[in-house]
């Protein structure tokens, strides 16, 4: 074992500056990627109100924009029949009825009375009552 060729040479250290650079640089690196990450996102302006209440919100958000799309919750519908048959689907955990399970509709102050009442017949059609408004305080 004496002419083993792994002999420790004395004094012998490991510079750890190289590899101090390039972990910062991984860092830097996914700092920046990161912040480039767009999600999409729904921009509304929704109505004014001046009796408007604070309530809690519930699981089920309906957005209507302007150009028509509708999104429930973050999932954007093809259609009114998508809608239609994703709420037929829903199945209330913390309630006893569908009546009871809160929905919250947010329209954009632009989207058409006819759009909103044609969200409300599919909600009453799968048995949702419980429906807020989404409006913004005026001031």
């Known amino acids: 074992m ?4 792994h002999q420790r040479r004395p004094g012998a250290q490991v510079d750890l500056i190289p590899m101090i650079d390039i972990v910062f640089q991984l860092i830097l690196f996914f700092l920046v ?26 699981q089920i958000t309906i957005t209507l924009e302007t150009d028509g799309s509708i999104w429930l ?4 519908m093809a259609s009114y029949d998508e809608l239609n048959e994703r ?3 829903f199945d209330e955990v913390e309630y006893a009825e569908r009546r009871d399970y809160p ?7 632009l989207v058409t009375n006819g ?8 909600l009453r ?4 009552a419980a429906l807020n408004l989404r409006t913004k305080d005026s001031e």
Do not use: Y
């Not at 004496?2 to 060729?5: F, L, M």
């Not at 912040?35 to 408007?52: E, G, H, R």
């Open 87 to 89: 709420l037929s689907l």
């Open 103 to 109: 929905v919250q509709l947010e329209a954009d102050e």
């Open 73 to 76: 919750n973050s999932d954007e």
């Open 33 to 58: 990627s990161t912040t480039f990450a767009m999600l999409p996102a729904i921009t509304l302006k929704l109505p004014s109100s001046q009796t408007s209440e604070s309530v809690s919100i519930g």
């Open 115 to 122: 759009a909103i009442v044609h969200v409300f017949d599919i």
């Open 2 to 5: 004496r002419g083993s060729r």
């Open 125 to 128: 059609k799968n048995g949702f």
